[in-house]
């Protein structure tokens, strides 16, 4: 066995008549069916050119058959490029253009509009629907189901991720084999995974949360999943009588929660809510375990580190916090200026160390200098501190840092206040351009009561917070912006209400 994903994978299959992924259709692919598909469509990569170390991007909606390709991908020793499937030609233009992928995977639907990027790229374009069909599948139909599992180093590239790329160009987040399989290992003794786990599959997996966390933590556990084609209600509360973990984000409760079926009893047969990929509110947290019983697992991750740490499986899980480090993680807070550690309590940067830590910016050499320490720490650009349990809470983004009149101010400390009031049922601090301050204190407020005003929330705030904190104005909006995972795109309302305090 090498330290190929894959083969280790394979390797660990104790019952090949096991039931791996059950469609949303109610279709079972067994263990021993997911590895022929994947020597079928190996196979087929490999006759459409495709080299260990070459790169596999996928523009593809979601399905078992993206699932296979890659697992497919990695098997054949290549790297597995996952696309959002909401980026358009142009953006798609950037991202194969910086990868250089030999074989790009589309919709056969947007296989015309993405031809000629593909071509500039010097990629191979193939087709694949969100029903499983299209070339690719036709030549892995064709294609034999035997293939000899290319060997990798732990430290050989299994993925390529893009950051969302809020600010400046987008960064490609170089993971190997063994950041995937040390932390599906981490993942899986941490939340006690088991082959009699039957996941409720709702994420997307053009991203860390739904491709490695909730599709590699099954697989490699033996479980099953039941795999749905995107968040449905009534699919999910349908199925808890024969699930027992569902991984979601933020959204993913809230929206449940609104449902009057959504009880002790209907959540009676499920063992583990998890969420992430966006802060849970503690009013969510704490209103779910109310009405279920259950205490939802949050835990903290990015894209170039998979999964840092999680709240305990067995122990308080407590709201607002993202837990303590995971096994073999080492987490730190550090001054922002200096890079010095500092002592539990004190808000600073939070830099990661282990084998889950990627190995650099594609072809980025000095963003990779900048941001991974040579004593192996990287820099993740959250702030947070460490409470007197040990448990990481995080404070914001250090780009979403707020300095007025000198003073520095972090949103998520006005946001729980602002979060707590009646009549609030979310909110977004950020620092806009201000004449006098430099940056003014600014909320976003989406209310669950119409009659809220800006007068009211600034009266409930008074004496709550330092006068420096106090938000100079109360917006109003029907929703927050979010990207594809749920977190508020912050930069969206910077941009919105750049001149509010402008003369």
Known sequence: MTANLFDILETGIADAQATAIETAGGEAISYGDLVARTGRMANALVSLG???????????EKSVEAIILYLAT?????????????????????????ATPAVFVCDPARA???????????????????????????????????????PREADDLAALLYTSGTTGRSKGAMLTHGNLVSNTDALRDAWRYGAGDVLIHALPIFHTHGLFVATNVTLFSG????????????????LMDRATVLMGVPTFYVRLLQDDRLNRDTTAHMRLFISGSAPLLAETHREWQARTGHA??????????????SNPHDGDRIAGTVGLPLPGVEIIVTDPETGAELPGGQIGMIEVRGPNVFKGYWQMPEKTAAELRGNGFFITGDLGKFDDRGYLHIVGRGKDLIITGGYNVYPKEIETEIDALPGVTESAVI?????????????????????????AVLSALDGRLARFKQPKRVLFVDELPRNTMGKVQKNLLRDRYKDLYRP
């Open 50 to 60: 495709v080299k260990p170390g070459d790169r596999v991007a996928a523009q593809v």
């Open 74 to 98: 990695a098997r054949a020793g290549a790297v597995f490029l996952p696309l959002n499937t909401g980026y358009t030609p142009g953006e798609i233009d950037y991202f194969i253009g910086d």
């Open 112 to 150: 015309d509009a993405l031809e000629d990027a593909a071509g500039r790229a010097g990629a191979r374009i193939v087709t694949l629907d969100a029903d499983g069909q299209g070339s690719l599948t036709d030549a892995a139909t064709d294609a034999a189901p035997d293939f000899a599992t290319v």
């Open 223 to 238: 479980a099953s999943m039941i795999f749905l084609p995107k968040f449905d209600p009534d699919r999910i509360i349908a």
């Open 296 to 309: 939802i697992l949050e835990r903290y991750g990015m894209t170039e580190t998979n999964m840092n740490a």
């Open 431 to 455: 620092g806009l351009p201000h004449r006098d301050l430099g940056e003014g204190v600014t909320a976003v407020v989406v209310p669950a009561d119409a009659g809220l005003s800006e007068a």
